[in-house]
């Protein structure tokens, strides 16, 4: 994460701009889900021209990349429970219960429409994280699966769930992914 | 499946504006897909007036809607190979294969970004599939899973890869998901 308040001084105003165009894409996702972002509603809602929207982030899609960037980033922990099962039963009941934020589905469905093809800002440090979790492991001595199955098996049905499903994606459900995984491997 | 060709008569005009409605949804979003479908760009590229699309559909999420049900129902067949296993494998094939047309995942990205909430028309029709091949299996006598542990197991790391990461689904790796489900179950 960047420390923006080193950002901030007299004359930061590119952070508060940042800060307050977030905000606003935030804010109208929340109101609005399924219509669609324009740069000028994000202007008039932050409060700054939209030339400075566009000359900053280019187009609608890419300001949706950088609002899931850095929302998607560094807000989940990995943790060290001591055991591989732990951690990644402790990790997907974290991610899970981001997974219910009505506010995180409106962000991602929307950075899915209209993100570049082949991948996603939303996933991209979930990755990184299992991979974390799996090293870990290793590095204890014991075994660990590959991040391309563990990605398959757990984040594939949690995401599915939640994108594409009208049941929800709960923590409890999560942990029961994790243990078939485990006695799967 | 609405039977269309009964609407085509010497003014089927109805028809005819939803074909080139459809088809122009089609075409903008093969062109540009992370841009954003506005009724007037879809009107335009069809020949028909943007009042006329507004009439009819209301909205670009509920156009790309109606697209994406009339795209993603009835396009995979369910298959009858004799088998549990054997059907499993040629209907994931199938549907892997769909996945890698690009123009089927703009859509589907599309429809995921402009989509109502808890649910998309994409895959509504897919999870009716994976129910009658299970219950085949049933009516063959055989044990079958639940079509919840299915979808996780199946359409999860399937749709999660084709949607989130840049790794293609491929059809051999479709398969493996359902030898490894179905040894699991």
Chains 1, 2 share one sequence.
Not at 90 to 119: C, H, Y
Not at 133 to 152: F, K, N
Request: proline share 5%; aromatic share 4%; charged share 25%.
């Amino acid at each position: 994460m960047v420390d923006v308040s080193a950002q901030v001084r007299p004359g930061g105003r590119s952070a508060k701009v940042r800060a307050a165009v977030h905000r606003a894409v935030g804010e109208l996702l929340a109101e609005e889900p399924s219509e669609t972002l324009t740069i000028p509603a994000v202007a008039s809602r932050a409060g700054v021209h939209a030339t400075t929207v566009y000359r900053r982030w280019g187009s609608a899609a890419q300001l949706l990349n950088d609002v899931a960037t850095s929302r998607f980033s560094g807000d989940v922990v990995v943790p060290d429970s001591g055991s591989l099962g732990g951690d990644l039963e402790r990790w997907m009941e974290d991610v899970a219960t981001d997974l219910t934020d009505p506010d995180t589905l409106a962000l991602m469905r929307a950075t899915i429409g209209s993100g570049p093809e082949g991948g996603c800002a939303c996933t991209a440090d979930r990755h990184e994280q299992l991979s974390a979790i799996l090293e870990r492991e290793r590095s204890r001595g014991g075994e660990a699966p590959d991040v391309e199955s563990a990605v398959d098996s757990l984040l594939g049905p949690l995401y599915y769930r939640a994108i594409f499903s009208a049941r929800p994606a709960s923590p409890d459900w999560a942990r029961r992914l994790v243990d078939s995984f485990l006695a799967a491997s």
